[in-house]
């Protein structure tokens, strides 16, 4: 079973590199692949992820060339990490952690490599292209056509000035551009290493407590005060620098508190049984004010650590 096991994996680490070369448009499944099979690949020990490691870095060089650099910063740094804290039997937690800085890191080098060796730049994020496709191709035209146009006209809101505060908005977006990519490859090593969650799961390894129980490492909390220093001193001195590392750091924290906020709205519902009016007030929040639902949810999530809610009584117990 073992052996059959390695031979698949060898078979996915080498399906990988055709996958590059003849679907590139679908890289990102190859990225999710090459970290789950990475994950895996940390079940039969050190040796057998080295092996799996050099395969896909090699076949990713052949299918990419000079563009390979990229893959393997981005994919196969942070699927190595999980596939070898896999090997020492780390937590779930954990392990996304380790490999979503590894992510990080990677980024960052290729950023640079990007920057100085090739005299590039940071290209826009496809979310970007998509906000200006939409507004030159769907919002624009469909204004014209339904006779608003006129309307907007009458308030003030011509077509330039209309296009104006569309391009603030985009330098605005713009300023989150690394926190973007960053998140969309968080986004890739989190389902890459879920699924090999999911194929290890009867061999009990990435363990993890229910998600009711979760709680955010008191740690984060210092990440996301050093943004909001970086971000306000950035802020009142002028310093663009500054103030976008703050502005990207509180940008990936808070997906990241909502999560653990989350978790603690379902133990609260779970454990304190509210009244059933209560859950009618929340639901009621939820629904007709989400915006400030989600903001009150994140902040429960980034005070999580300090207070420790589930155990105010001393008695309920608190995960580690």
Known sequence: ?????????????????????????????????????????????????????????????????????????????????????????????????????????????????????QAGHLGMHFIETSFVDYFNYIFLPTLEASGLGEYYEAQGLTKPVLKEYFNGFLQSLARLRPGLYIFEEWARI?????????????RELLPNPPFSMQRMAWELDWVIIAGLVFWLVGDHWNQDLLNQIGANLIFLMTPIAFYFGLSLVFYIIKNWRPRPWWLVIMAVVIIFLPTQACLFITVLGVFDPLIDYRNLDGKRGSPT
């Open 190 to 202: 989190l389902l890459g290493i879920v699924i090999g969650k999911l194929v290890l799961k009867h």
């Open 1 to 117: 079973m073992n052996r059959i096991f390695e031979i698949l994996l060898l078979v996915a680490a080498l399906s990988i590199g055709i996958g590059l070369k003849f679907a590139s448009p679908w890289s990102g499944l190859c990225s999710i692949l090459a970290i789950s099979v990475l994950t895996l690949s940390g079940r039969r020990g050190p040796g057998f992820l080295l092996v799996i490691t050099l395969i896909i870095s090699a076949t990713a060089v052949l299918a990419l060339k000079t563009e390979a650099s990229g893959f393997i910063l981005l994919s196969v740094i942070p699927g190595c990490t999980a596939g070898y804290l896999v090997t020492r039997y780390f937590s779930l937690g954990k392990v996304l952690v380790a490999s979503f800085s590894a992510g990080v890191i990677g980024f960052g080098l290729f950023w640079l490599h990007q920057l100085y060796l």
